[in-house]
Protein backbone atom coordinates (compact mmCIF):
# COMPACT_ATOMS: atom_id res chain seq x y z
CA UNK A 1 0.00 0.00 0.00
CA UNK A 2 2.54 2.27 0.87
CA UNK A 3 4.52 1.67 -2.62
CA UNK A 4 0.93 1.87 -4.42
CA UNK A 5 0.73 5.38 -2.82
CA UNK A 6 4.17 6.83 -3.44
CA UNK A 7 3.37 5.11 -7.35
CA UNK A 8 0.40 7.23 -7.38
CA UNK A 9 1.53 10.39 -5.93
CA UNK A 10 4.18 10.16 -8.74
CA UNK A 11 1.42 9.45 -11.84
CA UNK A 12 -0.45 12.16 -10.73
CA UNK A 13 2.43 14.64 -11.04
CA UNK A 14 3.81 13.35 -13.85
CA UNK A 15 0.43 13.73 -15.53
CA UNK A 16 0.38 17.22 -14.28
CA UNK A 17 3.13 17.91 -16.07
CA UNK A 18 2.35 16.29 -19.33
CA UNK A 19 -1.02 18.15 -19.50
CA UNK A 20 0.99 21.02 -19.91
CA UNK A 21 2.18 19.80 -23.27
CA UNK A 22 0.74 19.64 -26.57
CA UNK A 23 0.02 15.91 -28.40
CA UNK A 24 2.34 14.83 -31.04
CA UNK A 25 0.69 16.12 -34.64
CA UNK A 26 1.78 16.42 -37.99
CA UNK A 27 5.03 18.53 -37.03
CA UNK A 28 7.45 18.20 -33.64
CA UNK A 29 6.51 21.28 -31.78
CA UNK A 30 7.05 22.08 -28.02
CA UNK A 31 4.60 23.83 -25.95
CA UNK A 32 5.04 27.35 -24.91
CA UNK A 33 5.15 25.73 -21.13
CA UNK A 34 8.32 24.15 -21.82
CA UNK A 35 10.72 26.81 -22.92
CA UNK A 36 11.92 26.72 -19.49
CA UNK A 37 12.05 22.94 -18.94
CA UNK A 38 15.47 21.46 -17.84
CA UNK A 39 17.14 20.04 -21.08
CA UNK A 40 17.08 16.77 -20.20
CA UNK A 41 13.11 17.12 -20.14
CA UNK A 42 12.95 18.82 -23.15
CA UNK A 43 14.62 15.25 -24.96
CA UNK A 44 12.46 12.76 -23.21
CA UNK A 45 10.01 14.67 -24.72
CA UNK A 46 11.74 15.55 -28.23
CA UNK A 47 12.74 11.18 -27.95
CA UNK A 48 8.77 9.82 -27.34
CA UNK A 49 7.58 12.34 -29.64
CA UNK A 50 10.00 11.45 -32.15
CA UNK A 51 9.87 7.48 -31.07
CA UNK A 52 6.01 7.42 -31.57
CA UNK A 53 6.17 9.16 -34.52
CA UNK A 54 9.03 6.79 -35.98
CA UNK A 55 6.44 3.96 -34.08
CA UNK A 56 3.71 4.58 -36.82
CA UNK A 57 5.94 4.40 -39.80
CA UNK A 58 7.59 1.17 -39.10
CA UNK A 59 5.06 -0.91 -37.02
CA UNK A 60 6.33 -1.39 -33.74
CA UNK A 61 3.66 -0.32 -30.79
CA UNK A 62 5.53 -1.29 -27.72
CA UNK A 63 8.36 0.92 -27.88
CA UNK A 64 8.27 2.85 -24.58
CA UNK A 65 10.50 5.63 -23.31
CA UNK A 66 10.61 5.92 -19.52
CA UNK A 67 12.06 9.03 -17.06
CA UNK A 68 15.56 8.32 -15.50
CA UNK A 69 15.90 9.43 -11.77
CA UNK A 70 17.22 12.41 -12.40
CA UNK A 71 14.35 13.77 -14.67
CA UNK A 72 11.76 12.58 -12.05
CA UNK A 73 14.01 14.38 -9.59
CA UNK A 74 14.13 17.40 -12.16
CA UNK A 75 10.32 17.20 -12.49
CA UNK A 76 9.60 16.95 -8.54
CA UNK A 77 11.86 20.04 -8.24
CA UNK A 78 10.07 21.75 -10.75
CA UNK A 79 6.80 21.08 -9.30
CA UNK A 80 8.10 21.74 -5.81
CA UNK A 81 9.07 25.23 -7.08
CA UNK A 82 5.52 25.94 -8.64
CA UNK A 83 4.05 25.23 -5.59
CA UNK A 84 6.09 27.67 -3.75
CA UNK A 85 5.85 30.32 -5.97
CA UNK A 86 2.14 29.78 -5.77
CA UNK A 87 2.67 29.93 -2.00
CA UNK A 88 4.53 33.54 -2.03
CA UNK A 89 1.93 35.20 -4.39
CA UNK A 90 -0.92 33.84 -2.07
CA UNK A 91 0.98 35.46 0.85
CA UNK A 92 1.88 38.64 -1.15
CA UNK A 93 -1.73 38.80 -1.64
CA UNK A 94 -3.08 38.15 1.92
CA UNK A 95 -0.10 40.47 3.12
CA UNK A 96 -1.50 43.34 0.67
CA UNK A 97 -4.82 42.91 1.69
CA UNK A 98 -3.68 42.73 4.96
CA UNK A 99 -2.10 46.52 4.49
CA UNK A 100 -5.42 47.84 2.79
CA UNK A 101 -7.34 47.00 5.46
CA UNK A 102 -4.90 48.19 8.23
CA UNK A 103 -4.51 51.64 6.14
CA UNK A 104 -8.56 51.58 6.12
CA UNK A 105 -9.22 51.28 9.67
CA UNK A 106 -6.53 53.57 10.12
CA UNK A 107 -8.45 56.10 7.52
CA UNK A 108 -11.30 55.31 9.68
CA UNK A 109 -9.67 56.14 13.01
CA UNK A 110 -8.02 59.71 11.64
CA UNK A 111 -11.50 60.53 10.13
CA UNK A 112 -12.86 59.63 13.50
CA UNK A 113 -10.87 61.54 15.52
CA UNK A 114 -11.46 64.69 13.85
CA UNK A 115 -14.95 64.21 14.28
CA UNK A 116 -14.69 63.73 17.68
CA UNK A 117 -12.79 66.92 17.84
CA UNK A 118 -14.69 69.23 15.95
CA UNK A 119 -17.66 68.09 17.78
CA UNK A 120 -16.42 68.90 21.01
CA UNK A 121 -14.99 72.18 19.30
CA UNK A 122 -18.13 72.91 18.44
CA UNK A 123 -19.67 72.33 21.72
CA UNK A 124 -17.25 74.37 23.40
CA UNK A 125 -17.12 77.52 21.34
CA UNK A 126 -20.75 77.63 19.79
CA UNK A 127 -23.27 75.46 22.16
CA UNK A 128 -21.74 77.05 25.80
CA UNK A 129 -22.23 80.13 24.22
CA UNK A 130 -25.68 80.60 22.99
CA UNK A 131 -26.67 78.35 26.17
CA UNK A 132 -25.46 81.46 28.55
CA UNK A 133 -26.33 84.28 25.53
CA UNK A 134 -30.20 83.34 24.35
CA UNK A 135 -31.02 85.56 21.61
CA UNK A 136 -27.80 87.25 21.90
CA UNK A 137 -26.31 88.59 18.82
CA UNK A 138 -23.04 87.97 19.58
CA UNK A 139 -23.69 84.04 19.71
CA UNK A 140 -25.17 84.73 15.83
CA UNK A 141 -21.63 86.04 14.98
CA UNK A 142 -19.86 83.85 16.56
CA UNK A 143 -21.97 80.68 15.04
CA UNK A 144 -21.69 82.77 11.46
CA UNK A 145 -17.79 82.87 11.77
CA UNK A 146 -17.21 79.34 13.07
CA UNK A 147 -19.17 77.92 9.99
CA UNK A 148 -17.36 80.57 7.41
CA UNK A 149 -14.13 79.29 8.63
CA UNK A 150 -15.14 75.51 8.22
CA UNK A 151 -15.65 76.01 4.73
CA UNK A 152 -12.73 77.94 4.07
CA UNK A 153 -10.76 75.38 5.77
CA UNK A 154 -12.77 72.82 3.82
CA UNK A 155 -11.59 74.27 0.31
CA UNK A 156 -8.11 74.63 1.08
CA UNK A 157 -8.29 70.37 2.28
CA UNK A 158 -10.47 70.12 -1.19
CA UNK A 159 -7.23 71.89 -3.22
CA UNK A 160 -5.25 70.19 -2.08
CA UNK A 161 -6.56 66.67 -2.53
CA UNK A 162 -6.77 68.08 -5.69
CA UNK A 163 -3.23 68.93 -6.16
CA UNK A 164 -2.24 65.44 -4.75
CA UNK A 165 -4.22 63.57 -7.02
CA UNK A 166 -2.79 65.52 -10.31
CA UNK A 167 0.28 64.70 -8.80
CA UNK A 168 -0.87 60.42 -8.31
CA UNK A 169 -2.13 60.67 -11.83
CA UNK A 170 1.17 61.66 -13.40
CA UNK A 171 3.40 59.30 -11.09
CA UNK A 172 1.12 56.41 -12.49
CA UNK A 173 1.34 57.56 -16.00
CA UNK A 174 4.88 56.96 -15.46
CA UNK A 175 4.24 53.74 -13.97
CA UNK A 176 2.67 53.09 -17.03
CA UNK A 177 4.67 53.87 -19.48
CA UNK A 178 7.95 52.33 -17.82
CA UNK A 179 5.30 48.89 -17.29
CA UNK A 180 4.60 48.90 -21.49
CA UNK A 181 8.66 49.07 -21.92
CA UNK A 182 9.28 45.99 -20.02
CA UNK A 183 6.38 44.20 -21.79
CA UNK A 184 7.98 44.86 -24.66
CA UNK A 185 11.19 43.91 -23.77
CA UNK A 186 10.31 40.71 -22.52
CA UNK A 187 8.36 40.07 -25.99
CA UNK A 188 12.15 40.39 -27.51
CA UNK A 189 13.16 38.07 -24.84
CA UNK A 190 10.58 35.48 -25.68
CA UNK A 191 11.06 35.46 -29.51
CA UNK A 192 14.93 35.31 -29.02
CA UNK A 193 14.35 32.33 -26.76
CA UNK A 194 11.91 30.88 -29.28
CA UNK A 195 14.92 31.14 -31.44
CA UNK A 196 17.23 29.24 -29.44
CA UNK A 197 14.43 26.60 -28.86
CA UNK A 198 13.82 26.33 -32.50
CA UNK A 199 17.79 25.74 -33.33
CA UNK A 200 17.72 23.67 -30.13
CA UNK A 201 14.61 21.32 -31.83
CA UNK A 202 16.29 21.27 -34.93
CA UNK A 203 19.62 19.57 -33.73
CA UNK A 204 17.66 17.12 -30.95
CA UNK A 205 15.24 16.38 -34.55
CA UNK A 206 18.93 15.54 -36.08
CA UNK A 207 19.30 13.20 -33.08
CA UNK A 208 16.36 11.77 -33.40
CA UNK A 209 16.65 10.38 -36.47
CA UNK A 210 20.36 8.62 -35.48
CA UNK A 211 18.88 7.17 -33.31
CA UNK A 212 16.22 5.48 -34.78
CA UNK A 213 18.74 3.92 -37.35
CA UNK A 214 20.69 2.67 -34.16
CA UNK A 215 16.92 1.28 -33.05
CA UNK A 216 16.72 -0.65 -36.50
CA UNK A 217 20.31 -1.97 -35.91
CA UNK A 218 18.92 -3.03 -31.90
CA UNK A 219 16.10 -4.95 -33.29
CA UNK A 220 18.02 -7.10 -35.33
CA UNK A 221 19.62 -8.57 -32.15
CA UNK A 222 16.60 -7.87 -29.31
CA UNK A 223 15.92 -11.44 -29.18
CA UNK A 224 19.53 -12.48 -28.13
CA UNK A 225 19.13 -10.03 -24.88
CA UNK A 226 15.47 -11.09 -23.88
CA UNK A 227 16.70 -13.78 -21.15
CA UNK A 228 19.02 -11.07 -19.71
CA UNK A 229 16.37 -8.73 -19.69
CA UNK A 230 14.61 -11.14 -17.65
CA UNK A 231 17.09 -11.63 -15.36
CA UNK A 232 17.72 -8.23 -14.53
CA UNK A 233 14.24 -7.77 -14.23
CA UNK A 234 14.63 -10.30 -11.95
CA UNK A 235 17.25 -8.57 -10.43
CA UNK A 236 15.54 -5.53 -10.43
CA UNK A 237 12.45 -7.03 -8.59
CA UNK A 238 14.66 -8.18 -5.85
CA UNK A 239 16.26 -4.71 -5.42
CA UNK A 240 13.36 -2.75 -4.97
CA UNK A 241 11.91 -5.29 -2.09
CA UNK A 242 15.21 -4.53 -0.56
CA UNK A 243 14.84 -0.46 -1.24
CA UNK A 244 11.27 -0.85 0.24
CA UNK A 245 12.13 -3.14 3.40
CA UNK A 246 15.36 -0.03 3.55
CA UNK A 247 13.21 2.60 3.16
CA UNK A 248 10.60 0.99 5.85
CA UNK A 249 13.91 0.70 8.19
CA UNK A 250 14.76 4.15 7.65
CA UNK A 251 11.14 5.20 8.09
CA UNK A 252 11.33 3.63 11.58
CA UNK A 253 15.11 5.14 12.23
CA UNK A 254 13.74 8.52 11.23
CA UNK A 255 10.18 7.85 13.98
CA UNK A 256 13.08 6.95 16.57
CA UNK A 257 15.58 9.31 16.33
CA UNK A 258 12.67 12.12 15.84
CA UNK A 259 11.31 10.14 19.30
CA UNK A 260 14.83 10.71 21.07
CA UNK A 261 15.34 14.12 19.65
CA UNK A 262 12.45 15.20 21.83
CA UNK A 263 13.34 13.27 25.18
CA UNK A 264 16.49 14.82 24.93
CA UNK A 265 14.80 18.34 24.85
CA UNK A 266 12.35 17.11 27.72
CA UNK A 267 15.51 16.50 29.24
CA UNK A 268 17.72 19.40 28.78
CA UNK A 269 14.61 21.76 29.72
CA UNK A 270 14.35 19.59 32.71
CA UNK A 271 17.76 19.77 33.08
CA UNK A 272 18.00 23.23 33.16
CA UNK A 273 15.24 23.50 35.42
CA UNK A 274 16.58 21.74 37.83
CA UNK A 275 19.80 23.97 37.73
CA UNK A 276 17.97 26.83 38.05
CA UNK A 277 16.33 25.09 41.27
CA UNK A 278 19.76 23.95 42.12
CA UNK A 279 21.49 27.82 41.43
CA UNK A 280 18.17 29.04 43.89
CA UNK A 281 19.37 26.69 46.71
CA UNK A 282 23.27 27.09 46.76
CA UNK A 283 22.08 31.11 47.31
CA UNK A 284 19.88 30.87 49.39
CA UNK A 285 22.50 28.41 51.34
CA UNK A 286 24.61 30.72 50.83
CA UNK A 287 22.75 33.74 52.27
CA UNK A 288 21.71 31.44 55.21
CA UNK A 289 22.86 33.20 58.40
CA UNK A 290 22.42 30.88 61.70
CA UNK A 291 22.30 32.66 65.06
CA UNK A 292 24.30 31.54 68.06
CA UNK A 293 24.03 28.36 70.01
CA UNK A 294 23.50 30.53 73.78
CA UNK A 295 20.67 32.52 71.41
CA UNK A 296 19.05 29.17 70.33
CA UNK A 297 18.91 27.68 73.50
CA UNK A 298 17.38 31.15 75.57
CA UNK A 299 14.90 31.11 72.75
CA UNK A 300 14.08 27.64 73.19
CA UNK A 301 14.24 27.74 77.58
CA UNK A 302 11.71 31.10 76.96
CA UNK A 303 9.26 29.16 74.54
CA UNK A 304 9.39 26.02 77.03
CA UNK A 305 8.29 28.58 79.93
CA UNK A 306 5.66 30.13 77.36
CA UNK A 307 4.26 26.64 76.89
CA UNK A 308 4.05 26.40 80.62
CA UNK A 309 2.87 29.15 81.27
CA UNK A 310 0.21 28.78 78.20
CA UNK A 311 -1.00 25.73 79.75
CA UNK A 312 -1.92 26.93 83.92
CA UNK A 313 -3.82 29.35 82.39
CA UNK A 314 -5.72 27.01 80.02
CA UNK A 315 -6.21 24.44 83.41
CA UNK A 316 -7.29 28.16 85.02
CA UNK A 317 -10.17 28.92 82.20
CA UNK A 318 -11.35 25.51 82.12
CA UNK A 319 -11.77 26.00 86.29
CA UNK A 320 -13.29 29.35 85.77
CA UNK A 321 -15.53 28.01 82.79
CA UNK A 322 -16.48 25.61 85.26
CA UNK A 323 -17.38 28.20 88.20
CA UNK A 324 -19.78 30.19 85.29
CA UNK A 325 -21.47 27.45 84.58
CA UNK A 326 -22.14 26.46 88.08
CA UNK A 327 -23.12 29.67 88.69
CA UNK A 328 -25.49 29.89 85.97
CA UNK A 329 -27.22 27.32 86.58
CA UNK A 330 -27.74 28.18 90.44
CA UNK A 331 -28.95 31.95 88.68
CA UNK A 332 -31.15 30.18 86.64
CA UNK A 333 -32.91 28.04 89.25
CA UNK A 334 -33.29 31.34 91.34
CA UNK A 335 -34.70 33.13 88.58
CA UNK A 336 -37.59 30.00 88.44
CA UNK A 337 -37.92 30.22 91.78
CA UNK A 338 -39.00 33.55 91.53
CA UNK A 339 -41.08 33.76 88.80
CA UNK A 340 -42.69 30.70 90.87
CA UNK A 341 -43.62 33.13 93.86
Known amino acids: SHANALLQTEVEMFEKWYRKMEPCGPSLQLPSETHDAPPELLQVLLRSQGSGCAALGTGVSDYFV ?5 QKYELAERELTEL ?3 IQRMNEDSEQTLKNL ?4 EEAEVWWTDVKKAISDFEKDIISTISSKKGSIVASEKLLRYMEEKNRQRDLLREKLRLKNYLLKDYKKKLQQQLRQKEQMGETLCEVRLQQLQVRNAQYQQKIDE ?3 ELLQLKLTSGKTVQVLNLYKRKLQDAMEMSMSLMKDISQRKELLEKTEREAALVEE ?3 KAESVNRQLRKQLSE ?3 PPVLSYLQKKMAVTD ?3 SLKAWERKVAVAEMSLRSYCRAWNQVKMSGNQH
Open 211 to 213: KNQ
Open 288 to 290: CSV
Open 84 to 86: KDE
Open 306 to 308: LKT
Open 102 to 105: EAVI
Open 270 to 272: QRA
Open 66 to 70: SLTME
